[in-house]
């Protein structure tokens, strides 16, 4: 398909949507999340629309990828970059939250009373929070652990911190925007991809991660987020893994193979290699029915009020160890 075409697919599949496209990768750790996305990103680059990549995983292999290829970042420089673990003041102001007021009476807010993020022309908040790479593509980090020691003595979740991250993916419009969840389903118990339009669970073609994979599947369910699945690192035909792909058949965006050339490799360096497997992939993605910026938000709404049922009908409840 040439990019034209491609670029008519985004403009129809989206034309309910306010052109925007929010991805979500999730997996067990090691799968090739970081890997994907960025064969993703490139491949996307070519619908020339402005793109912000998020990168949610304290590790920040995406953010250390990104930066060192398009700005020529070492290890240093990478500490610099603007944090969304710190954006939680900026944050309320632009949502002209009061201080005192807590998340959880934000979520709980109707879509018409919040103010949307926007990817192209970015607002205030989201271009404090971006680097840019180049003229169509940002990045948004939340940094290493280590940069936010307050946090290891802090009484608050460490998850409080990724707030204001979850909020803007479910309140981003008008561009693309690829979200590296980092490993395994935490960052599903904490809904942080709650407002994508997508998940694509990167599967290794192994029956364990299959097994796992499965964890990240339900709890996407449970929030009501679409998925799909890319199979990485084919190597054997294992049985666990056909049945697999008997049971998702059209869910399946992709089929890597395990391509040891490219292990450990920066994936825009060798990307030459590996375009082809992504293109038909962005096709896939571009053609699942995607939810309007309401939709994402109402899902939001849900789970709020899901979490306030539980939280009074807790109380309601003695305590008991045998339930
Ligand atoms: N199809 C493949 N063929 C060969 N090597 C691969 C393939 N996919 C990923 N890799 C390699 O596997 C390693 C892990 O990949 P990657 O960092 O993308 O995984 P991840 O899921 O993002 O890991 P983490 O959970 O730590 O974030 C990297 O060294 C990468 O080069
Ligand atoms: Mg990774």
């Known amino acids: 398909m040439q990019h034209q075409d491609i670029e008519m697919t985004i403009n129809t599949v989206n034309a309910s949507s306010n052109n925007e496209l929010v991805i979500a990768f999730m997996g067990k750790g090691g799968t090739g999340k970081t890997f994907t996305s960025l064969g993703l990103i490139q491949s996307l680059r070519n619908l020339d629309k402005a793109m912000i990549v998020a990168d949610a995983d304290t590790n920040r292999s995406l953010s250390r990828y990104l930066t ?133 669970v990167v599967v290794e073609a192994t029956p364990d991660a299959i097994a796992i994979s499965e964890d990240i599947r339900a709890i996407d369910e449970e929030l009501g987020i679409p998925v799909v699945y890319v199979l990485n690192k084919c190597l054997n035909q294992f049985p666990e893994v056909e049945a697999f792909e008997a049971e998702h058949g059209d869910n399946i965006v992709g089929k890597i193979p395990f391509i040891p050339t490219i292990y450990g490799k920066n994936p825009l360096k060798v990307f030459d290699e590996i375009e082809g497997i992504f293109t038909p992939m962005v096709e896939k993605i571009l053609s699942v029915k995607l939810s309007s910026p309401q939709q994402r938000w109402e899902r939001v709404l849900r789970w709020q009020e899901r979490l306030q049922y539980q939280r009074e009908s807790k109380k309601s409840q003695p305590f008991s160890f045998i339930s």
């Not at 020529?72 to 009061?98: C, H, R, S, V, W």
């Not at 989201?126 to 948004?140: F, G, H, N, S």
Request: glycine share 8%; charged share 25%.
């Open 68 to 200: 060192s290829h398009y700005l020529g970042y070492g290890e240093e420089e990478l500490k610099e970059l603007p944090l969304m673990t710190l954006a939680e003041q900026d944050f309320y102001e632009f949502q002209q939250l009061d201080s005192e007021q807590l998340y959880r009476d934000f979520y709980g807010t109707q879509f018409n009373e919040v103010k949307k993020f926007s990817v192209e022309p970015p607002d205030l908040f989201t271009q404090k929070y971006t680097k840019a790479l180049d003229d169509k593509l940002a990045l948004m980090s939340v940094g290493t652990s280590a940069l936010r020691m307050e946090e290891l003595y802090s009484n608050r979740c460490s998850h409080a911190t990724l707030n204001p991250l979850k909020a803007w993916i479910a309140l981003s419009t008008k561009g693309i925007v690829v979200l590296d969840c980092g490993g395994g389903e935490d960052a599903g118990r904490f809904g942080l991809p709650i407002g994508a339009n997508v998940v694509v």
